[in-house]
């Protein structure tokens, strides 16, 4: 069974920046994409970015892109979201998933159910 738990989450001002990070454990994470979601308070989940297995490629969602960057670390076994000019509108709590898929697809990657595993989620809030 696949663990994710992540941290980095807090909170900072508008203008500011917080780098995230998920571990995994119990399965072979070189071979998940891996994806980062945030459901903000009253709102459904939804997409932020993902990442393929070797990390060449990687997708986010429009409100984030130039802001937020998505890595990983295979030898770590841990993936990183680097969160720069944070606003208040991404005030949320944000979730790693791993897919047990590795054949890359960008639209498949921003859905939910695409993802056979979720951390327990970290908060993130930005101050105005």
């Known amino acids: 069974q696949v663990q994710l738990v992540e941290s980095g989450g807090g909170s900072v001002q508008t203008g500011g920046s917080l780098r995230l990070s998920c571990a995994a454990s119990?399965?072979?994470?070189?071979?998940?994409?891996m994806g980062w979601f945030r459901q903000a308070a009253g709102k459904d989940r939804e997409f932020v970015a993902a990442i393929s297995t070797s990390g060449a490629r990687t997708g986010f969602t429009d409100a984030v892109k130039g802001r937020f960057t998505i890595s990983r670390d295979n030898a770590k076994n841990t993936v990183y979201l680097r969160m720069n000019t944070l606003k208040p509108e991404d005030t949320a709590v944000y979730y790693c998933a791993a897919d047990r898929n590795n054949y890359w697809s960008e639209p498949r990657s921003r859905q939910e159910r695409a993802y056979d595993y979720w951390g327990q989620g970290t908060q993130v809030t930005v101050g105005s």
């Open positions: 119990g399965g072979t994470f070189s071979s998940y994409i």
